[in-house]
């Protein structure tokens, strides 16, 4: 009878209780799964399990072989003439027994001079095989690196080779130096470094921020800063260059200030089509901006009784008019520029500390560093096929890339075309100059 009791007592305590329910959800929590999963821990059950899918990898392995040898040749010859000479050396280099079944001929192939891209499409693929090594072009050999992980970029009069390669001195028609300004390029084997540490590792190659670099021109008064940023595999580089200029200059003044003597570049980073568009009307036209600089009263009547009050109240806050002041992109290659005039501090003249400059801005996009024949960097070069930016970067823009990574927006600005009529003239058009 007091069994029957206590039965009744503990009935009626556990039915009156309410079940658990999550807090989040609402719903009844189930502990069906915990309390099954307990029941494995620590048991023997998982040991075949673990042991189990190496065996089948293992007897898997041993199949697919044994299947790949008993294919007749006329088989792997058919399959040999499907894929082009880079596919099929890396077929042979899957395994041992495939190597046996097609042979030594992909790669006799592959030395061929018409299969040179096949080659290196196929040396490419290999280069997360070799940490110490970089692959060099000219030679097509991976030589092995002099400097890891200690190269740095230098100006041009300083010899850095970071492999001793026997073709660095002979002239090729691969694009393998992008100018950045006079006296300074960036090799190709640096956006090589930057990009197989990216992807393969740190000891692959050197990050992208040790090649920012500043520098002043020894030629004129143009000074540069670069910087470089990865994204979503590509390389893309910024510089920024500036001059302090003088107001209401003449078209010799101007050429002096714009062109180097030396090659009749301009001293600001450019890519190959700078003659081609308006981006040094554009320049002429910023500079042609800048108000005369303040004089005040005493200043003015010590060259004669006239008084100017323009001349005392002069705004040092330029704005640019509607042609110079959008931003440009070039239509031949992933490069845009934003010209700006800025008031900004003279520390080397005591007399005139704050002066008008102009700051021209390049963004280019370099691509993703696997050959120097890549769209990206043979456009900026001037090389390869037609390239058309406007309808591959669309319309987030190289330099709204670029600023992303310091959440840094730049102003609303409108991009327009830096050669909106298409006219192909080269040196033989008078515009430039």
């Given at each position: 009878?007091?069994?029957?009791?206590?039965?009744?007592?503990?009935?009626?305590?556990?039915w009156?209780?309410?079940?658990?329910?999550?807090?989040?959800?609402?719903?009844?929590?189930?502990?069906?799964?915990?309390?099954?999963?307990?029941a494995?821990?620590?048991?023997?059950?998982?040991?075949p399990?673990?042991?189990?899918?190496?065996?089948?990898?293992?007897?898997?392995?041993g199949?697919?072989?044994?299947i790949?040898?008993?294919?007749?040749?006329?088989?792997?010859?058919?399959?040999?003439?499907?894929?082009?000479p880079?596919?099929?050396?890396?077929?042979?280099?899957?395994?041992k027994t495939?190597?046996?079944?097609?042979?030594?001929?992909?790669?006799e192939i592959?030395?061929?001079?018409?299969?040179?891209?096949?080659?290196?499409?196929?040396?490419?693929?290999?280069?997360s095989?070799?940490?110490?090594?970089?692959?060099?072009?000219?030679?097509?050999?991976?030589?092995?690196?002099?400097q890891?992980?200690?190269?740095?970029?230098?100006?041009n009069?300083?010899?850095?080779?970071?492999?001793?390669?026997?073709?660095?001195?002979?002239?090729?028609?691969l694009?393998?130096?992008l100018?950045?300004?006079?006296?300074?390029?960036?090799?190709?084997?640096?956006?090589?470094?930057?990009?197989?540490?990216?992807?393969?590792?740190?000891?692959?190659?050197i990050?992208?921020?040790?090649?920012?670099?500043?520098?002043?021109c020894?030629?004129?008064?143009?000074?540069?800063?670069?910087?470089?940023?990865y994204?979503?595999?590509?390389?893309?580089?910024?510089?920024?260059?500036?001059?302090?200029?003088?107001?209401?200059?003449?078209?010799?003044?101007l050429?002096?200030?714009?062109?180097s003597?030396?090659?009749?570049?301009p001293?600001?980073?450019v890519?190959?089509h700078?003659r081609?568009?308006?981006?040094?009307?554009?320049?002429?036209?910023?500079?042609?901006?800048?108000?005369?600089?303040?004089?005040?009263?005493?200043?003015?009547?010590?060259?004669?009784?006239?008084?100017?009050?323009?001349?005392?109240?002069?705004?040092?806050?330029?704005?640019?008019?509607?042609?110079?002041?959008?931003?440009?992109?070039?239509?031949?290659c992933?490069t845009?520029?934003?010209?700006?005039?800025k008031?900004?501090e003279?520390r080397?003249?005591?007399?005139?500390?704050?002066?008008?400059?102009?700051?021209?801005?390049?963004?280019?996009?370099?691509?993703?560093?696997?050959?120097?024949?890549?769209?990206?960097?043979?456009?900026?070069?001037?090389?390869?096929?037609?390239?058309d930016?406007?309808?591959?970067?669309?319309?987030?823009?190289?330099?709204?890339?670029?600023?992303?990574?310091?959440g840094?927006?730049?102003?609303?600005?409108?991009?327009?075309?830096?050669?909106?009529?298409?006219?192909?003239?080269?040196?033989?058009?008078?515009?430039w100059?």
């Amino acid at each position: 009878m007091s069994g029957q009791c206590c039965w009744k007592f503990i009935s009626v305590k556990t039915w009156g209780q309410s079940p658990e329910v999550d807090i989040q959800t609402g719903e009844r929590v189930d502990h069906t799964e915990l309390l099954h999963s307990l029941a494995h821990q620590g048991s023997f059950d998982s040991i075949p399990d673990v042991v189990r899918p190496g065996r089948q990898e293992w007897d898997s392995a041993g199949l697919a072989n044994a299947i790949f040898a008993s294919l007749p040749n006329n088989i792997w010859n058919r399959i040999s003439l499907t894929l082009n000479p880079a596919d099929t050396a890396c077929l042979a280099l899957t395994s041992k027994t495939l190597r046996i079944r097609i042979g030594y001929d992909p790669w006799e192939i592959l030395e061929l001079p018409q299969n040179r891209e096949h080659k290196i499409s196929f040396l490419v693929r290999l280069d997360s095989y070799y940490p110490d090594h970089l692959l060099c072009y000219p030679c097509l050999i991976y030589h092995r690196r002099t400097q890891k992980g200690e190269e740095k970029l230098k100006g041009n009069i300083i010899l850095n080779p970071i492999f001793n390669c026997p073709w660095a001195k002979e002239p090729l028609p691969l694009p393998l130096k992008l100018r950045i300004a006079p006296g300074h390029s960036l090799p190709f084997s640096f956006v090589q470094l930057v990009l197989r540490a990216q992807h393969n590792g740190c000891e692959y190659g050197i990050p992208a921020q040790s090649l920012a670099r500043r520098w002043k021109c020894r030629e004129s008064e143009w000074s540069h800063h670069s910087s470089y940023y990865y994204s979503k595999g590509h390389l893309l580089m910024r510089v920024v260059s500036k001059s302090f200029a003088q107001p209401c200059l003449p078209p010799s003044g101007l050429r002096y200030l714009l062109y180097s003597r030396e090659d009749y570049w301009p001293y600001f980073s450019v890519c190959a089509h700078w003659r081609d568009g308006e981006l040094m009307n554009l320049c002429k036209c910023a500079l042609s901006h800048i108000p005369k600089p303040k004089e005040t009263i005493a200043q003015q009547l010590q060259r004669g009784p006239q008084l100017s009050m323009s001349l005392r109240n002069a705004n040092p806050i330029v704005t640019l008019c509607k042609d110079c002041r959008p931003m440009r992109r070039c239509p031949e290659c992933p490069t845009e520029y934003l010209i700006d005039i800025k008031f900004e501090e003279d520390r080397n003249d005591p007399n005139n500390r704050f002066k008008q400059a102009i700051v021209i801005t390049r963004w280019s996009d370099l691509g993703d560093g696997t050959t120097p024949m890549t769209p990206e960097w043979a456009a900026v070069n001037g090389f390869g096929e037609e390239y058309d930016s406007f309808a591959k970067i669309g319309r987030r823009g190289v330099s709204g890339t670029f600023e992303s990574q310091n959440g840094v927006a730049l102003p609303g600005q409108r991009m327009l075309s830096l050669n909106p009529k298409m006219k192909k003239l080269g040196e033989e058009g008078h515009d430039w100059y």
